[in-house]
C-alpha cells in the first residue's frame, strides 16, 4: 500500500519527498545552517567539522563513533559546541542514551585541528537529533530536560515536499524551554503550541530549496 501526503500552504500543493540518505540531510543542514542557531546561545554559528571520529565510544570491536556534524556558537561568555546527530526517519526514543550521550561523554577525544583549542575551552556542549520524525515521548524528554547542566540536547525534524515550483523543507525545533530557536516564516503560518501534550512553542520555518 503506498500512501502520499500531501500540504497545501498557501495555494501551494506540496507532496511529501523525504530524504533517501542522511548524507542528504547533512549536506542540507550544512547549506543552510542557520536552522542551527540558538539565539539565547549565540547569534551566529559556525560549521567546524563534519563526519569527526569520535574515540572510546566504540558502536562495535572495529568502529569508532563518528560525529556527523560539529558546530559552535561563539560568545563572549564562553562558545558552546554542538555534537549533531542525523537520522533517516523517525528518530529512535533510545538514541540520546545509547548513541549521543556516549558521544559528549567522549567529547575530549575529538580532533580538529583548527579548533582544538575552542573545543578545549567551551563553555558548553550541545547534542542535536534531527530526523524526519520524532515521538511525543522523545520530544517531551528533551523539552522537559534542565538546562542548567554544562550538556544540553535538543532535535530538529526535517521534512521535505516537493511543490509545483519547486522543493519545500518544514524544520520542526525542541529544545529546552530556555532555548528557544529563531522565529522564522518565510511562507506566513500561525504560530501556536505543539499538542498532545508538549508544554512549549513549535516554530516553523518552510524553506525553498
Known amino acids: 500500500m503506498i500512501i502520499n501526503k500531501v500540504l497545501n500552504v498557501n495555494s501551494i ?22 536552522l542551527l542557531k540558538l539565539e539565547q546561545i549565540s547569534d551566529d554559528i559556525e560549521i567546524i ?21 560539529i558546530a559552535r556558537y561563539p560568545s563572549s561568555d ?20 545509547n ?23 567551551a563553555k558548553k556542549w550541545i547534542g542535536i537529533i534531527v530526523g524526519e520524525d520524532i515521538s511525543i515521548d522523545l520530544a517531551k524528554e528533551i523539552v522537559d530536560s534542565s538546562s542548567n547542566s554544562d550538556i544540553l540536547y535538543g532535535a530538529l525534524t526535517l521534512k521535505r515536499y516537493r511543490g509545483n515550483d519547486g522543493i519545500y523543507v518544514i524544520c520542526d525545533s525542541y529544545f529546552p524551554e530556555s532555548i528557544k530557536t529563531r522565529k522564522l ?6 504560530d501556536g503550541t505543539i499538542e498532545q501534550g508538549i508544554p512549549t512553542e513549535m516554530y516553523i520555518k518552510l524553506i525553498k530549496v
Open 13 to 34: 500543493n506540496l507532496e511529501a519527498l523525504p530524504f533517501d540518505r542522511e548524507l542528504f540531510m547533512e549536506s542540507f543542514l550544512i547549506e543552510n545552517k542557520d
Open 78 to 97: 564562553g562558545d558552546t559546541i554542538a555534537i549533531i546527530e542525523l537520522k533517516k526517519g523517525k528518530l529512535p526514543n533510545d538514541v540520546i542514551k
Open 99 to 121: 548513541q549521543l550521550s556516549l558521544y559528549l561523554e567522549h567529547r575530549h577525544s575529538i580532533n580538529i585541528s583548527k579548533y582544538n583549542e575552542v573545543l578545549k575551552n
Open 185 to 190: 516564516f518565510e511562507i506566513t503560518y500561525e
Open 49 to 69: 567539522g563534519y563526519e569527526i571520529p569520535i574515540k572510546g565510544c566504540k558502536r562495535s570491536n572495529t568502529d569508532n563513533g563518528r560525529a556527523d556534524i
